[in-house]
């Protein structure tokens, strides 16, 4: 199947093969003619599956031939759970709308300037894409209008609800027309998601993508112990000096370790920044950007300001702090391996966090094959209970065990070997963050 066959306007067909893509994905196959057909729609499907131009290009198919009235809202409201992936669905709706010379967008999110935003909703807007925080101070204030939304997308409407955007969501959804189309994406449709698409939908077609076992076999998952934060700190710096890393996204478990390991490996040479929610949006899209030009090789960041990442020179996810929940190591680990690169994802495990490694392989239905990297090995620890058959098979680093090979690690500087690595201060944003002066009711400033 091609995209011809999907039913999309020629200037949008051009718009995709432009940007290298032939083929649909699974879920494009089946929501794009689904939502031109004007079905609601209820869409399950894993991150990098392509969703976002699942749900993009069906709702400028609408638009092709219908320049806005003056004084009209906004025709298609998008809703994201973060401020990155609001901004990299804006940029997507901008690739595949190009031809659309009159099309205007606006990204309404907390952490960007609130009167800046204002001016942007002065004039005629076709497509906005908003986190709910914000975007209901602007309905509150009567600086937006929308009923005139003929189609509302909410992308990851489980990681909305998950932050506490249910009551916000609730608003948005009563300020817009009855009639309108609804397209609702989610890693789950069950339980509070299920409840909340049953409200706002009239007969929607479901859509459940499973993920294929060859998608998943791109990202290889490690597992290594560690007897104290120390000894973490000390199998970071050897991962982060191995001669096969790229780039690296580290993730912590609060914004203040984010800082604060930040600055102790750019101490150590590495060329690292960090990531979290309470940097001003400037901030924020200044290390976005230098990550992507390659400028930063370390990016320490929190769950909540990693998602949306798309970074395709990432070739490790370092878990430092395991997440405290297992749906979320789906998540951290889809930062790597990506547009069809190989990956490593490789947890750190303290003597207190074996219960979380149970929860993420429960949940994934993975082994987290264990390793070690010679002279670095954790003391011995009694068994604290099984883990699900096969998991805890050792393998060394740097001894042909077939894992990549981790040689012993260096002497602590940081500093890539010859042959490849990053190192130097040049690039590094400010250590010290910047408190969010967006909307505090935005609650995509968490983590």
């Given at each position: 199947?091609t995209?011809?066959?999907?039913?999309?306007?020629?200037?949008?067909?051009?718009?995709?093969?432009?940007?290298?893509?032939?083929?649909?994905?699974?879920?494009?196959m089946?929501a794009?003619?689904?939502?031109?057909?004007?079905?609601?729609?209820?869409?399950s499907?894993?991150?990098?599956?392509?969703?976002?131009?699942?749900f993009?290009l069906?709702?400028l198919?609408?638009?092709?031939?219908r320049?806005?009235?003056?004084?009209a809202?906004?025709?298609?409201?998008?809703?994201t759970?973060?401020?990155?992936l609001?901004?990299?669905?804006?940029?997507?709706?901008?690739?595949?709308?190009k031809?659309?010379r009159?099309?205007?967008?606006?990204c309404?999110?907390?952490?960007a300037?609130?009167?800046?935003?204002?001016?942007q909703?002065?004039?005629?807007v076709?497509?906005v894409?908003?986190?709910?925080?914000?975007?209901?101070d602007?309905?509150?204030?009567?600086?937006?209008?929308l009923?005139d939304?003929e189609v509302?997308?909410?992308d990851?409407?489980?990681?909305?609800?998950d932050?506490?955007?249910a009551?916000d969501?609730d608003?948005?959804v009563?300020?817009?027309p009855?009639?309108?189309?609804?397209l609702?994406?989610?890693a789950?449709?069950?339980?509070?998601?299920?409840?909340?698409?049953?409200?706002m939908?009239?007969n929607?077609q479901r859509?459940e993508?499973?993920?294929?076992?060859?998608?998943?076999?791109q990202?290889e998952q490690?597992?290594?112990?560690?007897?104290?934060?120390g000894?973490k700190?000390?199998?970071?710096e050897?991962?982060?000096?191995h001669?096969?890393l790229q780039?690296a996204?580290?993730?912590?478990?609060?914004?203040?370790?984010?800082?604060?390991?930040?600055?102790?490996?750019q101490?150590?040479?590495?060329?690292?920044a960090?990531l979290?929610g309470?940097?001003?949006q400037?901030?924020?899209n200044?290390t976005?950007?230098?990550?992507?030009?390659g400028?930063i090789g370390?990016?320490?960041?929190?769950?909540?300001?990693?998602r949306?990442?798309?970074?395709a020179?990432?070739?490790?996810?370092?878990?430092?702090?395991?997440?405290?929940?297992?749906?979320?190591?789906?998540?951290?680990?889809?930062?790597?391996?990506r547009?069809?690169?190989?990956?490593?994802?490789?947890t750190?495990?303290?003597?207190r966090?074996?219960?979380l490694?149970?929860?993420i392989e429960?949940?994934?239905?993975?082994?987290l094959?264990?390793?070690?990297?010679?002279g670095m090995?954790?003391?011995?620890r009694?068994?604290?209970?099984?883990?699900p058959a096969?998991a805890?098979?050792?393998?060394?680093?740097?001894?042909?065990?077939g894992?990549g090979?981790y040689?012993?690690?260096?002497?602590?500087?940081?500093?890539?070997r010859?042959?490849g690595?990053?190192?130097?201060r040049?690039?590094?944003?400010?250590?010290?963050?910047?408190?969010?002066?967006?909307?505090?009711r935005?609650?995509?400033s968490?983590?």
């Amino acid at each position: 199947m091609t995209f011809q066959s999907l039913g999309l306007a020629d200037e949008l067909i051009k718009a995709v093969e432009q940007t290298g893509y032939t083929i649909p994905t699974p879920v494009q196959m089946q929501a794009i003619p689904a939502a031109i057909a004007g079905s609601d729609l209820l869409v399950s499907s894993h991150t990098g599956s392509g969703k976002t131009a699942a749900f993009t290009l069906p709702s400028l198919h609408k638009l092709i031939d219908r320049r806005p009235a003056p004084g009209a809202g906004p025709r298609v409201l998008v809703l994201t759970p973060t401020r990155e992936l609001a901004q990299q669905v804006e940029k997507a709706v901008q690739t595949y709308g190009k031809a659309l010379r009159w099309l205007n967008t606006a990204c309404l999110v907390g952490g960007a300037p609130f009167f800046a935003q204002v001016k942007q909703l002065q004039r005629p807007v076709d497509v906005v894409v908003a986190t709910p925080g914000r975007l209901l101070d602007h309905l509150n204030r009567r600086k937006i209008k929308l009923s005139d939304v003929e189609v509302l997308i909410l992308d990851e409407a489980d990681r909305m609800l998950d932050m506490g955007f249910a009551e916000d969501i609730d608003a948005i959804v009563a300020a817009t027309p009855a009639k309108r189309q609804t397209l609702l994406f989610s890693a789950t449709l069950d339980g509070v998601v299920g409840r909340m698409a049953e409200r706002m939908t009239r007969n929607p077609q479901r859509i459940e993508i499973e993920v294929a076992k060859e998608d998943r076999g791109q990202i290889e998952q490690r597992l290594m112990f560690a007897d104290d934060m120390g000894h973490k700190s000390r199998l970071l710096e050897a991962l982060l000096g191995h001669d096969g890393l790229q780039q690296a996204v580290v993730f912590t478990a609060t914004k203040r370790s984010a800082d604060e390991l930040s600055l102790s490996l750019q101490e150590k040479g590495f060329a690292a920044a960090a990531l979290h929610g309470d940097m001003h949006q400037t901030q924020r899209n200044r290390t976005l950007d230098r990550l992507r030009q390659g400028r930063i090789g370390v990016l320490v960041a929190t769950d909540v300001a990693a998602r949306g990442i798309d970074v395709a020179g990432i070739s490790h996810v370092i878990n430092f702090d395991p997440p405290r929940q297992a749906e979320d190591y789906v998540h951290r680990i889809g930062r790597t391996g990506r547009a069809g690169r190989d990956g490593i994802a490789i947890t750190l495990s303290g003597p207190r966090e074996t219960g979380l490694i149970r929860a993420i392989e429960r949940f994934t239905g993975d082994r987290l094959e264990v390793h070690t990297i010679p002279g670095m090995e954790p003391s011995p620890r009694k068994p604290s209970g099984p883990r699900p058959a096969g998991a805890g098979a050792g393998r060394r680093f740097g001894n042909g065990g077939g894992g990549g090979g981790y040689g012993r690690p260096s002497s602590g500087s940081g500093e890539r070997r010859p042959g490849g690595g990053f190192g130097g201060r040049d690039g590094h944003p400010s250590s010290r963050s910047e408190r969010s002066h967006g909307d505090r009711r935005d609650r995509s400033s968490r983590g």
